[in-house]
């Protein structure tokens, strides 16, 4: 069945870094647009950024343009959401998101950016 298994969360403090992976199966990886959202507490889910199926394009929202980079890796069927300079505002549960034919959803990993 379909999968997407997010991994990386924790606890940093401000200015710190983390990288978010997250590994695809149970469906093409290879054609699909893979994004990362995020949702915090009493906030609608937001896109943070995304990533074309070949990789090509890259997009970000502009809280985050500059400090995060979203990559991927079709041979190890993964996206990754490498975060620096990261700020409390930044706290949220981060989903993984495949979009093509179908649309696929992770179960989240929690970011906590705080001293």
């Known amino acids: 069945q379909v999968q997407l298994v997010e991994s990386g969360g924790g606890l940093v403090q401000p200015g710190g870094s983390l990288r978010l992976s997250c590994a695809a199966s149970?469906?093409?990886?290879?054609?699909?647009?893979m994004r990362w959202f995020r949702q915090a507490p009493g906030k609608e889910r937001e896109l943070v950024a995304s990533?074309?199926?070949?990789?090509?394009?890259?997009k970000y929202t502009d809280s985050v343009k500059g400090r995060f980079t979203i990559s991927r890796d079709n041979a190890k069927n993964s996206v990754y959401l490498q975060m620096n300079s990261l700020k409390p505002e930044d706290t949220a549960v981060y989903y993984c998101n495949a979009v093509y034919w179908n649309t696929y959803w992770g179960q989240g990993t929690q970011v906590t950016v705080s001293s």
């Open positions: 990533v074309t199926s070949a990789g090509g394009i890259t």
């Open positions: 149970g469906f093409t990886f290879s054609t699909y647009t």
